[in-house]
């Protein structure tokens, strides 16, 4: 198989320190922490209830949006106003709080506001502690920014700041949208998902040969209640800027083209790459990295493409890598590796060289019309153009 849309390139060095990790542990590993005593009672924040069948009513009538998954509550927390504040002998504060949503499947945040100050932390875990996202730290972003984090599983989740004495008042942390997890993504972000039975984990077999490719690939957190997929591009300079590429309609309303207002959107997306169960069966990923924010550079409805430029670039140490591309027009093969319904990473091949063809059909030109020989493709895939 000549592997014309997906050769490998190495990666060169970069320090950024911008990523996120998400663990999966054992609740041993929370409870060990020092600060688990401290954060273990904090106050909780219950949100309203959501009505689940008028949400599923929505998604049926939108034919062409990007996958939801979630529901935004908006919200007015922050370090002021909620949390239960502790402090360790050493004089360090803690801020903790407890955010229940009943009945989500995961939950995630929309900082509207965010500012760690230099030497404390911020950590997410989920009530089964079984999943730790952080540290946050002032590594990751300078001046106040809006991010949103990664899914946690679960219906409650706990927040854990941890600030040095010497800056005790310095950060800001402002919650304005708690996202209620209404749909399944996977088994309670714990391992395979709900995409259909036909699909193949990336390391199965038919993988083995793309396992560099699938380290470009990631699952993209749209406007913090939808999901898409993307890979990042290497560019013709070969410098490595984090370009990233995704599908048209993730960011557009459906009237094809991109307002102001959409473009911000795009520019809050974030972005977990390394999403895979670690075996060809469907089984429990240990972890994943996560990055926030992007710069938009371009996009086409006809073709269906947006590209965008992360805001940071992944280091060597990340495993993260960057795809090449070509303008060859006469692919013999195709593959696409992609997180169908939001799961964990995917794989599809077809042996055959695909068809220049119209969008939905047999004939004309302007894109590849690919039949599976092994995978499928469902939504939050990219619909590949030919150039």
């Given at each position: 198989m000549k592997k014309i849309l997906l050769p490998f390139l190495i990666i060169c060095t970069f320090e950024s320190y911008s990523q996120v990790i998400t663990k999966v542990v054992k609740p041993t590993e929370i409870e060990s922490r020092t600060t688990f005593s401290y954060s273990s009672k904090a106050t909780r924040i219950t949100m309203p209830p959501v009505d689940l069948v008028k949400l599923l009513e929505e998604d049926i009538d939108?034919?062409?949006?990007?996958?939801?998954?979630?529901?935004?509550?908006?919200?007015?927390?922050?370090?002021?106003?909620?949390?239960?504040?502790?402090?360790?002998?050493n004089g360090d504060k803690i801020w903790s709080l407890k955010i229940s949503s009943p009945g989500a499947y995961s939950i995630n945040l929309r900082f509207d506001m965010f500012y760690i100050t230099d030497g404390a932390e911020l950590y997410i875990y989920n009530k089964?502690?079984?999943?730790?996202?952080?540290?946050?730290?002032?590594?990751?972003?300078?001046?106040?920014?809006?991010?949103?984090?990664?899914?946690?599983?679960?219906?409650?989740?706990?927040?854990?700041?941890?600030?040095?004495?010497?800056?005790?008042?310095?950060?800001?942390?402002?919650?304005?949208?708690?996202?209620?997890?209404?749909?399944?993504?996977?088994?309670?972000?714990?391992?395979?998902?709900?995409?259909?039975?036909?699909?193949?984990?990336?390391?199965?077999?038919?993988?083995?040969?793309?396992?560099?490719?699938?380290?470009?690939?990631a699952v993209v957190i749209v406007d913090d209640e939808f999901h898409c997929s993307g890979s990042l591009l290497n560019n013709s300079c070969q410098n490595y800027t984090p370009y990233f590429l995704s599908a048209f309609h993730c960011a557009d309303d459906g009237d094809g083209s991109l307002s102001s207002g959409e473009i911000d959107d795009v520019e809050d997306w974030v972005f977990r790459f390394q999403f895979k169960s670690p075996t060809c069966s469907n089984s429990t990923p240990s972890?994943?990295?996560?990055?926030n924010k992007c710069t938009y550079r371009a996009g086409y409805d006809p073709s269906d493409f947006i590209l965008v430029e992360l805001d940071n670039t992944p280091t060597q140490s990340t495993g993260i890598k960057n795809l090449g591309w070509s303008r060859y027009t006469n692919p013999d093969s195709a593959v696409c590796i992609h997180?169908?319904?939001?799961?964990?990473?995917k794989i599809s091949y077809d042996?055959?060289?695909?068809?220049?063809?119209?969008?939905?059909?047999?004939?004309?030109?302007?894109?590849?019309?690919?039949?599976?020989?092994?995978?499928?493709?469902?939504?939050?895939?990219?619909r590949f153009s030919a150039i």
């Open positions: 939108c034919k062409d949006c990007p996958l939801r998954f979630g529901y935004g509550i908006k919200t007015d927390i922050d370090l002021d106003n909620s949390g239960t504040c502790s402090y360790l002998p089964d502690k079984t999943m730790i996202q952080g540290p946050y730290t002032s590594d990751l972003y300078s001046g106040i920014q809006s991010i949103g984090s990664d899914l946690m599983a679960g219906d409650e989740i706990i927040l854990e700041y941890i600030e040095p004495s010497s800056a005790e008042g310095k950060s800001i942390l402002h919650i304005s949208k708690v996202v209620h997890g209404y749909k399944k993504l996977t088994k309670s972000l714990l391992g395979y998902g709900e995409s259909g039975w036909c699909n193949i984990n990336i390391n199965c077999p038919e993988g083995d040969d793309w396992q560099d490719q699938s380290d470009a690939v972890g994943w990295i996560t990055y997180h169908p319904l939001g799961d964990v990473m042996s055959d060289a695909p068809t220049n063809t119209n969008y939905i059909s047999s004939t004309g030109s302007g894109h590849w019309r690919v039949v599976w020989d092994g995978g499928t493709t469902e939504g939050g895939f990219i």
